[in-house]
C-alpha cells in the first residue's frame, strides 16, 4: 500500500507530526474521543463495537506503525499515535465490558489518566514489550498499558 497511506494511519491523519502535543497525548484523546462517539452511536451492541474495534485498531496499528518507523528508519517514532489510540481503546473496552453501559465522563477521565501514566512510566512488564519486532514492539506496550488501565478504572469506579 501506499506510504501516504500508513503515514496518515499511523500518526492519525498527520496529528502526530502536526499538533504541538505529543503524539502519545493526541492519540489518547483521540482514542478516548472515538470510544466516546463509537458507544453512543453502537449503545445496543456495546460489547461488539468495543471489542471488534480493539481488533480492528489493534491490526491497522501494528501495520501502519510498523511501516511508518521502517519508512523513517525510527524504532518507534514519536509522530506515530495509531498505538495509543489503539491502546486507549482497549482501557475502555475492559471498562465496559465489566460495565457494561456507556462510560460515564468520569470512566474516561479515569481510563484516559490512568492509561497515560502507563503508557509513560511503563512499569514491569510493559515495558518489555516495547522488545518485540517491527509494529508490535510499538503497539504491544499500549496495549498492555491499556489493559492494565481499564482494570484500574474499573477498581477505582467500584471505590468511588
Known amino acids: 500500500m501506499s506510504g501516504t497511506l500508513t503515514r496518515l494511519l499511523a500518526t492519525v491523519g498527520g496529528l502526530g507530526d502536526r499538533l504541538p502535543a505529543p503524539g502519545t497525548t493526541v492519540g489518547s484523546v483521540v482514542g478516548a474521543a472515538l470510544f466516546w462517539g463509537a458507544s453512543s452511536l453502537w449503545r445496543s451492541h456495546l460489547l461488539v463495537a468495543a471489542w471488534v474495534g480493539a481488533g480492528v485498531l489493534t491490526a491497522v496499528s501494528v501495520w501502519a506503525c510498523g511501516a511508518e518507523a521502517a519508512r523513517r528508519g525510527e524504532k518507534d517514532p514519536n509522530a506515530a499515535a495509531a498505538d495509543e489510540v489503539a491502546g486507549q481503546w482497549l482501557a475502555l473496552a475492559v471498562v465496559v465490558t465489566f460495565r457494561p453501559q456507556p462510560p460515564s465522563l468520569l ?21 518489555l514489550l516495547e522488545r518485540w519486532p517491527g509494529g508490535w514492539g510499538i503497539v ?17 469506579l467500584v471505590l468511588l
Not at 481510563?111 to 509513560?120: E, P, S
Not at 498499558?145 to 477505582?156: M, N, Q
Open 107 to 127: 470512566a474516561i477521565v479515569l481510563a484516559f489518566g490512568l492509561f497515560r501514566v502507563f503508557d509513560v512510566l511503563k512499569p514491569w512488564p510493559i515495558r
Open 140 to 156: 504491544a506496550d499500549d496495549l498492555a498499558a491499556g489493559a492494565a488501565a481499564g482494570l484500574f478504572t474499573l477498581a477505582l
